[in-house]
């Protein structure tokens, strides 16, 4: 038997004797750049998250997301953090988000003290439901107990509807944070993913559409609130020849190399866009005429980027079940996930309330993400689809 490549360790479902490599869900695009940016950020001497590198890098973001200020981090969840110090989350407070999402769009407002309320998402975005929204915004009003802040979540690039909830929430003087980690590139009523929040979280973790490897940024348009988040973020440090504190922060700078790789991926977002647009509409191209598959939709206000195609199985229609198709896929060694398991169905918040959340369940019970990356060949994809049908045919 050959020795197992380097990466084969890593991948829990590749088999060294398999002809074909692993496909991965979303694995990063270099864009050739990457290594010249990184050498220019070792040539200035600035290392550390300083320097001139992070702030173009802050500038380049900001402009990307049509936002007047940025703060670049090291982490999505860093940028979500410094948020809900921003919002001045407390124990007792209640924060408001949509099921169908990432721990981490909860996660620190959860170790601040906070109680999640978790939010079903509408069947026609699969985000979080506005209309629902402003139905338990007014019914907290009368309850006397409205949240600390509403936190809508774009969903594998698909966006929020951030002009509708930021409305129903300025009736009652509430605050939106957007978390927007995947959702750098698409548009929501033609501005970018988040506007209209409050706050906007957005990631570049290594999986994401572009990426500085790992890292994230804030985004806001109110400058003095960016301003306070890069105090908090450089451990609070008052002006004095000493160290002097006021508060306690956070060390969550992103640091000028990162920054620097994540300036040579940038200028590609638009093109990176196009080419998960195109995977998505080549998978439901060649799939969506199957008996009992579906694909995530797009309203009418929103342009997706297409982060992962997310499609869904039904399974007396189809022959098979979601889990089934996984299994399927992994067996030629094609990485899938199914789509989040909803919030209000994990354990840890067991004791949270909930407002509805059959449409999440319903979608964590027949979504399955697909292979996506924006490198992905023709050849790759049809491996893919080809898996898929031949299930359907046995
Ligand atoms: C990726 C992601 C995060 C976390 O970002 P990190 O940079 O990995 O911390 C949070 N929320 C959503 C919806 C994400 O997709």
Not at 126 to 135: G, K
Not at 178 to 205: E, I, K, T, Y
Not at 368 to 373: E, F, R, V
Request: proline share 9%; with cysteine.
């Amino acid at each position: 038997m050959a020795p197992p490549s380097p990466s084969a360790s890593i991948l829990p479902f590749s088999r060294p004797e398999a002809a074909l490599p692993p496909l991965h869900l979303s694995p990063p695009h270099l864009t050739g750049a990457e290594l010249e940016a990184l050498q220019d950020v070792l040539a200035s001497g600035w290392l550390a998250p300083a320097g001139p590198t992070p702030l173009r890098f802050e500038a380049a973001v900001a402009e990307a997301m049509r936002q007047p200020h940025a703060l670049a981090v090291s982490s999505g969840t860093a940028a979500l953090g410094l948020s809900y110090r921003l919002l001045g989350v407390e124990p007792g407070d209640e924060v408001w988000t949509s099921s169908l999402t990432f721990l981490a769009t909860i996660g620190p407002a959860v170790q601040m003290g906070a109680t999640p309320r978790f939010l079903d998402v509408d069947p026609t975005s699969w985000t979080l439901d506005p209309a629902l929204l402003a139905e338990e915004l007014a019914a907290a009003a009368r309850r006397g107990r409205l949240p600390r802040a509403v936190v809508p979540a774009d969903l594998y690039g698909q966006p929020a509807d951030i002009a509708a909830i930021a409305e129903a929430c300025a009736r009652w003087g509430v605050r939106v944070l957007s978390d927007s980690a995947c959702g750098m590139g698409a548009l929501q009523h033609g501005w970018p993913a988040g506007h209209g929040a409050d706050l906007v979280a957005v990631s570049f973790n290594g999986n994401k559409i572009v990426t500085s490897t790992g890292g994230g940024a804030l985004l806001a348009p109110d400058g003095a609130a960016i301003a306070r988040a890069r105090h908090l973020a450089t451990q609070a440090k008052e002006p004095a020849p000493h160290y002097q504190h006021e508060t306690t922060g956070f060390s969550c700078g992103l640091s000028a190399l990162l920054a620097g790789f994540g300036l040579a991926q940038l200028p590609c977002l638009e093109e990176r866009v196009s080419a998960r647009r195109a995977i998505f509409a080549r998978y439901a191209g060649a799939l969506g005429a199957l008996p009992g598959l579906s694909f995530m939709p797009e309203p009418g206000w929103a342009r997706s980027t297409r982060w992962l195609t997310a499609m869904l199985v039904d399974p007396r229609r189809f022959g098979a079940d979601r889990e089934a198709l996984r299994l399927a896929l992994l067996e030629q060694g094609i990485e899938s996930r199914p789509v989040w398991k909803p919030l209000h169905l994990q354990p840890v918040f067991r004791q949270a309330p909930a407002v509805g959340g059959a449409v999440a369940a319903a979608l964590f019970e027949q979504g399955l993400c697909l292979p996506s990356g924006s490198a992905m060949t023709v050849e790759q994809q049809d491996r893919v689809i080809a898996t898929i049908r031949a299930l359907h045919r046995g």
